[in-house]
């Protein structure tokens, strides 16, 4: 009803287009993008939302192979103060080897993102919604 919420998490980011108004990305135990549902198959900021929505099947039936994310994921048993996305990123700058993990920070109303280079708002949708 009106005023509830559910929390919901899965890697099912078809459940997360037909049942989210809000979605909040984690990498590594901590968020590192959140926004509107829309907002973030639209304009995906995070370098690892993008690459994950990047691995996603096209809907308009352009016949690619899908990209997969280079690397491992870290092991959360040994993670360093800086962001953990570091290795498998493909737009790290000296900031993120020199400095802590950002926090979150706005890039657009409703929209925040914690890295030192986020991906430009001009970039193209990845995928359809």
């Known amino acids: 009803g009106a005023g509830s919420a559910?929390?919901?998490?899965t890697h099912d980011l078809g459940v997360v287009a037909q049942?989210?108004?809000?979605?909040?990305?984690?990498?590594?135990?901590?968020?590192?993008?959140?926004?509107?549902v829309r907002e973030l198959y639209r304009r995906p900021r995070h370098p690892y939302t993008w690459s994950l929505l990047s691995t996603l099947p096209r809907l308009d039936g352009a016949a690619r192979p899908l990209p997969q994310i280079r690397g491992q994921?870290?092991?959360l048993t040994e993670?360093?103060?800086?962001?953990?996305f570091l290795p498998r990123c493909p737009k790290a700058i000296l900031a993120?080897?020199?400095?802590?993990?950002?926090a979150l920070a706005d890039v657009a109303p409703g929209h925040s993102?914690?890295?030192?280079?986020?991906?430009?708002q001009a970039v193209?949708?990845?995928t359809n919604p």
């Open 6 to 9: 559910i929390l919901l998490i």
């Open 19 to 36: 049942r989210a108004d809000r979605v909040a990305v984690m990498y590594a135990g901590r968020i590192v993008e959140t926004c509107g």
């Open 73 to 75: 994921p870290p092991d």
């Open 79 to 84: 993670l360093t103060g800086e962001c953990g």
């Open 96 to 102: 993120c080897r020199s400095e802590p993990w950002p």
């Open 113 to 120: 993102v914690a890295c030192f280079n986020p991906i430009a």
């Open 124 to 126: 193209e949708a990845v």
